[in-house]
């Protein structure tokens, strides 16, 4: 730890962060409940996408006790979109919790104790929220340390990764000025540490840092296990009818209540090619989904274990909880069911 001068990384943060912190919807308000909420969305999802759903969701549940008396459709309806919805489950009991509470927890262990809180979460919660003094490791913060001190280590995953560097992170901490140092770090690693580290000479840090100083590979410090990806091909059902669509609740434990295209058997064979193919990813997963325009219901292609199936109103669409892709989609999916000719459609059974 002698070569980390971590008093002087940490008052060169601290100084950079009081004039280059990024202006977020956030931090214009400060609260504990906006912590929370902005903690809880970022679980998954990028700052810039978080953005307009943050703004949106504390327009219609700006407190805790609106999201602990809302039901979970009007939830899930303002989290479409952002996917990974047991969080706006878990935010929603989290807040029935803390209601019910006299004081809020005090520490990250506290936190943990709670619906929907793992370790990064508690302690940014702790550490943002409440000035706790910790750092919270996220992807940012672990790539700034490991470049700080060389790091080339391969890594399996970000855990690996945090308990490596964790030493070095609690170096870091100056009682009662956490909340700054967390977000100047988490920011300094969204600006200028990025993952192809092309702002070196604008770096607070540079002085400091054995990879620059090295001349290291920026993109290959941290380095960790390239996962190898899997692809999965998913068919699904686009009939309209009498101005109404098909959809199917699924009843998935990640998708749970959530709306999305009926999904096909993958055994049945199809004699047509698709009439529009949408692609995701979810961590290792790329799904290709396939959707067959039909001018009738095939119910014996349905898979009724993912669950019950019902027609919609396409007035009613902007109303229901779809699947994020599937409301992306939703435009063109729609222009094709109205356009489908009768007939076109031919199974084999």
């Not at 909420?37 to 949106?56: A, N």
């Not at 979109?81 to 004081?103: D, E, F, H, K, W």
């Not at 550490?127 to 910790?134: S, V």
Request: aromatic residues 10%.
């Amino acid at each position: 730890m002698e070569s980390f001068p971590a008093t002087a990384i940490s008052s060169a943060l601290l100084s950079w962060g009081t004039g280059h912190l990024r202006l977020l919807p956030w931090r214009a308000n400060r609260s504990i409940y906006g912590t929370i909420v902005s903690e809880f969305m970022l679980q998954q999802t990028r700052v810039q996408t978080v953005i307009p759903y943050f703004i949106r969701w504390t327009q219609r549940f700006p407190t805790l006790e609106c999201v602990a008396n809302a039901d979970d459709e009007e939830i899930l309806k303002h989290w479409e979109g952002m996917g990974y919805y047991s969080r706006a489950r878990n935010l929603r009991r989290l807040c029935q919790i803390l209601c019910q509470m006299v004081t809020f927890p005090q520490t990250p262990e506290e936190w943990q104790l709670l619906p929907g809180v793992g370790p990064y979460t508690a302690t940014a919660i702790s550490a943002i929220g409440q000035n706790f003094d910790a750092i919270a490791l996220d992807g940012n913060i672990i790539r700034i340390l490991a470049r700080l001190i060389g790091c080339c280590e391969n890594f399996e995953n970000k855990i690996a990764a945090a308990t490596y560097l964790k030493s070095h992170a609690i170096s870091l901490i100056i009682p009662g000025r956490c909340a700054l140092l967390n977000e100047a770090l988490m920011d300094l690693g969204a600006m200028i540490c990025t993952p192809r580290g092309r702002f070196c000479d604008v770096c607070p840090l540079k002085d400091f840092c054995q990879t620059h100083r090295r001349k290291l590979p920026m993109d290959a410090i941290p380095a960790f296990v390239r996962f190898v990806s899997k692809n999965e091909i998913v068919h699904r059902l686009l009939v309209l009818r009498g101005g109404k669509v098909l959809l199917q609740t699924s009843q998935l434990k990640r998708l749970h209540a959530i709306r999305e295209f009926p999904k096909l058997l993958l055994e049945n064979t199809l004699c047509q090619s698709p009439c529009f193919v949408g692609r995701r990813i979810i961590g290792s997963y790329h799904y290709e989904e396939q959707f067959f325009s039909a001018d009738e219901l095939f119910f014996e292609l349905i898979d009724f274990h993912r669950g019950t199936v019902e027609w919609v109103s396409i007035s009613e669409l902007e109303d229901v909880v779809l699947s994020g892709p599937h409301r992306r989609w939703l435009p063109r999916l729609l222009e094709l069911s109205i356009n489908a000719r009768i007939g076109d459609w031919k199974i084999h059974l």
